[in-house]
């Protein structure tokens, strides 16, 4: 069985815009990237390790536990072996407690690829791949989460560039989940579950014309 890990924050986690309730698994993207793999005879194990409020390298100063690179190198010995890691990350550095740019967030996402490259796994495990998806493009904030995410629009809006060129750089997969879904018109920031399943299965394609699992 080939395993995968993905790392992200609420827009996987499968928060509804605009309410602290969740999406069961099978409704969000992980949940349908798992089914859509196993409908194509893989024998495919996903595994979720999704925070709200995470970000990628930067604490939260009122949550604990929300910098993406403290744990991560433990988290990839713990379910290793992993075939992929997928890391969708970045909307967080925008919240308001933060004057992050594009180019810095991404730059925290590099720091997450090495982390997982150089994590402590048993002989003989492989070292997984990795494929950086870039999330949504933030809309403009609306509801209980538009102070938080106040400027957040256009400090982000550069992010899927940013990241690609260290998919690039870092010689890991690239995934514009813009190419198949935009943000919540909820909330301007997750997403709804039909996108989640646009997204699921998109990612899923993507896998198997990679070949990778």
Not at 58 to 67: E, I, L, Q, V
């Amino acid at each position: 069985m080939d395993q995968i890990l993905i790392y992200s924050d609420s827009l996987t986690w499968g928060i509804i815009p605009n309410t602290r309730n969740r999406l069961p698994f099978d409704k969000r993207w992980p949940g349908v990237l798992e089914k859509s793999l196993i409908e194509k005879e893989k024998n495919i194990r996903v595994i979720e390790n999704c925070l709200n409020g995470r970000r990628t390298a930067w604490p939260d100063p009122f949550k604990s536990g929300r910098d993406a690179s403290q744990g991560l190198s433990e988290l990839v010995e713990i379910c290793s072996p992993l075939k992929l890691v997928i890391l969708m990350l970045g909307t967080n550095d925008f919240q308001c407690t933060h004057d992050i740019n594009a180019w810095m967030s991404a730059q925290g996402t590099a720091k997450l690829v090495q982390i997982i490259r150089q994590a402590p796994i048993e002989p003989g495990m492989p070292v997984p791949e990795i494929m950086i998806v870039a999330p949504p493009k933030i809309i403009t904030p609306k509801g209980v989460i538009a102070n938080k995410f106040e400027g957040a629009k256009t400090r982000s809006a550069t992010l899927s560039i940013e990241l690609e060129k260290i998919a690039k750089e870092q010689k890991t997969m690239f995934f514009d989940s813009a190419r198949v879904t935009e943000a919540s018109k909820v909330d301007g920031i997750h997403l709804d579950a039909d996108q989640h399943s646009l997204l699921g299965e998109a990612i899923a394609r993507d896998i198997l014309e990679r070949k990778i699992c």
